[in-house]
């Protein structure tokens, strides 16, 4: 099932090019908003699965062209992001040791949304395609055998970078955690459709250009070890998002105007835009273009605008 939210957060299943509106099967839900409902429809998803499948076979749906979507999870209660994850296309020696870091849930933006630079004096702002599994069910100090079962579903993520924020000590949480540096979308594809996560195809592609192209198979740290790490540091409740990763060699400064697009292997697409009020520009090759052609530094330098180094 593919499931998410639309225009004025009315809750639809996609069936093919077209959107079915089930807002009324979960009516009987208590809610604050359309965060708490995505929570607890997930939470009690057994109890509305038939429903959901009943109503978007019978209902009429409308082309998926013409509606806008929403984050399909606009409130998770946590946004925890795998770091190092992958081996880099074989460049990495070993697995780096497993570590993993937050994003406020803030930072949640969805399909067609822009991503807002902030006035700070970052090295270069980056965006890290990668997939994010959706819990299921509450988890704590899940064992990596039973760990699996706890997935609701899968969605693509980009995971918003501003780098070498100063002081230097001080960056990783002022980097990660900026409102509208979480873009997720453009709904959740639930686990019995994807039935390898371990071996898709991920492509961002930056104005029409595709700069991040990788597989999951390429992850140090497979998806059950990261549900056990993660679950054994704190409980993982329904609906919350984690996020699995990417491999760094494709990355590039995002920039006012710019048009990302992320495909993950059967989730749809995810499309948001970057602005920038300053307007600050930076070279446009990958972090991979700039190491073959020996340039330093890897991270893509500031050719114009506030905070350029002398």
Aim: hydrophobic share 35%; proline share 7%.
């Amino acid at each position: 099932m593919k499931i998410g939210y639309f225009n004025d957060y009315r809750l639809g299943i996609i069936k093919g090019d077209t959107i079915v509106d089930v807002t009324d099967v979960v009516k009987d839900i208590p809610r604050l908003g359309p965060g708490d409902l995505m929570n607890s429809l997930i939470e009690k998803f057994d109890s509305y699965k038939k429903k959901l499948e009943d109503a978007a076979a019978s209902g009429k749906g409308v082309p998926v062209s013409s509606v806008r979507f929403r984050a399909p999870t606009p409130k998770p209660t946590n946004i925890d992001c795998m770091a190092v994850n992958f081996m880099e296309d074989g460049t990495r020696k070993e697995p780096a040791p497993i570590n993993a870091f937050h994003k406020t849930p803030n930072s949640v933006i969805g399909d067609g949304d822009t991503m807002v630079l902030p006035d700070v004096a970052a090295t270069v702002f980056e965006g890290e395609a990668e997939v994010a599994l959706v819990i299921g069910k509450r988890a704590q100090n899940v064992k990596e055998a039973d760990a699996m079962s706890y997935i609701f579903g899968y969605v693509n993520f980009i995971d918003g970078s501003a780098r070498g924020i100063p002081p230097s000590q001080n960056s990783f949480y002022q980097g990660k955690s900026r409102e509208t540096f979480a873009p997720i979308g453009p709904y959740i594809v639930t686990a019995d459709e994807v039935p390898n996560p371990q071996n898709l195809q991920l492509k961002l592609s930056v104005n029409g250009v595709v700069k991040q192209n990788f597989n999951t198979n390429d992850m140090a740290h497979k998806i059950p070890r990261c549900i056990e790490f993660v679950s054994s540091i704190h409980t993982l409740e329904p609906g919350d998002v984690l996020a699995t990763g990417t491999n760094h060699r494709g990355l590039n400064a995002f920039q006012d105007g710019d048009k990302v697009e992320l495909e993950v292997e059967g989730l749809g697409k995810l499309s948001v835009t970057i602005r920038d009020d300053l307007k600050r520009t930076w070279t446009r090759e990958t972090r991979l273009e700039r190491q073959n052609k020996g340039l330093e530094p890897v991270l893509a330098p500031q050719l114009t605008g506030k905070y350029k180094p002398a």
